[in-house]
């Protein structure tokens, strides 16, 4: 029998410890989620609906808008009414209007039971949410366009950010539909994004969360953007005319909430079970943020940086991959370290030694966190690290390494001697641990 220590990995015991951090940073937050009406008749709605009720549970502020567009179309189908879209607008009229009414409102109650589930031995279980709608929103007619009467479609006047602070200061969960009021009391049919950003920017929202229906920001190699910022999707909108009106639409409003104050802009594919869970409380998330600036950046090292850094090298130390650097050393050291920082974190970093009279400087200390290696973030911090070494007048790169040659051999470094190094190092070197030597021209 195999008794257990207690030592032994347990994924959900780590998992649960990781997402921590997160727990407390989005605590008292407010997050504004847009969903379309496809979601709530998918069947994964349901587990959607718990995510949002845990996420509440841990003290985040929440505001849910909704599109209803499946719901207007099956009603519109019913009646055998048609609504005319121009330009990518709808054009609706009396007839439209009551379908758009009355979707908007079965949506609405849709979401408001599931959120008031609370049967024992389940997700909601003792959940007790409370959920408020309102008119929070006044509109004004899109009006005649081009000859055109948009009849009662109609774009944002207004937010009554107040109210809606109230409704979620109060632990309470608000919930917009994509409707819009005038103080005549007309009613009209706005984009659920379009509600969704002015929502996020009039309340100054931590977040704003997109549940996209289409695929997330992909590269040219189909290869996920996890951080975007806004003239790099108006790029994307211009060059790829494949991309669905909707999720167009959808990543403009993003771009025009992250110009007007919203930090952060979560484009997430609703498809991804649990996509809030991963994307809010693991560090790398599951879809494309987006910032008025990037969030990972590469920069020198400060005062500041030490417990960082420390704590990255330190396991590879213990494993003996790395030289043992002591805090005090590496307190006097660090303005020779650039370090990789993304989200506040430090995930990788290299040290710069340079030889200037002989020409020569070390590429020490090169580490990536575990959870980021075979990212390219290693060669982003060599290929960086060489045009420092070029700035100073370097014009030779070398290393010592015990456990990764390979990596510098495909990376333009080749084998050499102890007696190519310059003197200084030659006579610091350590045989006992019999160090290989890699250089490459610069």
């Not at 949506?107 to 008119?135: D, K, Y």
């Not at 060599?382 to 010592?400: D, S, T």
Request: aromatic share 6%.
């Amino acid at each position: 029998m195999v008794r257990k220590t207690g030592k032994e990995k347990n994924p959900f015991v780590d998992w649960f410890r990781s997402s921590s951090p997160y727990i407390h940073a989005h605590r008292g937050k407010t997050l504004v989620i847009l969903f379309g009406g496809e979601a709530v008749e998918d069947d994964n709605f349901t587990n959607l609906i718990h995510d949002i009720a845990l996420l509440h549970a841990l003290g985040i502020r929440l505001v849910l808008v909704h599109g209803a567009r499946p719901q207007i179309e099956e009603r519109l189908n019913l009646r055998d009414v048609n609504m005319q879209y121009i330009n990518g607008l709808r054009v609706t009229d009396e007839a439209a209007l009551r379908c758009v009414k009355e979707a908007a409102g079965a949506v609405r109650v849709e979401i408001e039971a599931l959120l008031s589930t609370g049967l024992a031995n389940s997700p909601m279980a003792g959940a007790r949410i409370r959920v408020a709608s309102g008119n929070f929103v006044t509109a004004r007619p899109i009006g005649v366009k081009n000859g055109i009467d948009y009849c009662h479609t109609g774009r944002v006047r207004r937010i009554d950010a107040e109210a809606i602070r109230k409704v979620v200061e109060s632990n309470a969960i608000a919930l917009i539909p994509p409707l819009g009021y005038s103080p005549t009391g007309e009613v009209f049919n706005l984009r659920a994004s379009e509600v969704a950003a002015e929502v996020a920017v009039a309340l100054g929202a931590d977040k704003l969360i997109v549940l996209l229906e289409g695929k997330v920001l992909t590269d040219s190699r189909g290869k996920l953007l996890t951080n975007v910022i806004p003239k790099e999707v108006e790029t994307i909108l211009q060059r790829r005319k494949t991309i669905a009106e909707d999720v167009a639409q959808n990543l403009r409003r993003a771009v025009d909430a992250c110009r007007r104050g919203v930090k952060r802009t979560h484009l997430l594919s609703r498809q991804i079970d649990g996509v809030l869970l991963q994307e809010l409380f693991t560090r790398s998330g599951v879809g494309t943020m987006l910032t008025a600036e990037h969030y990972e950046e590469m920069r020198t090292a400060g005062i500041d940086d030490v417990g960082g850094i420390l704590g990255l090298i330190t396991p590879l130390e213990e494993q003996g991959t790395l030289v043992r650097r002591s805090r005090e050393l590496m307190e006097t050291e660090i303005d020779r370290f650039t370090v990789v920082e993304l989200d506040g974190m430090i995930i990788g970093c290299a040290a710069l030694y340079c030889y200037e009279k002989e020409g020569m400087a070390e590429l020490a200390c090169v580490s990536v966190h575990p959870d980021y290696r075979n990212s390219g973030r290693g060669d982003s911090l060599l290929l960086h690290m060489e045009k420092k070494a070029r700035a100073c007048g370097i014009n030779k790169l070398f290393v010592l390494t015990t456990e990764t040659a390979h990596w510098f051999l495909e990376r333009g470094f080749t084998a050499s001697e102890v007696d190519s190094l310059p003197l200084k190092k030659r006579q610091l070197y350590n045989y006992q641990r019999n160090s290989k030597v890699f250089i490459k021209d610069l």
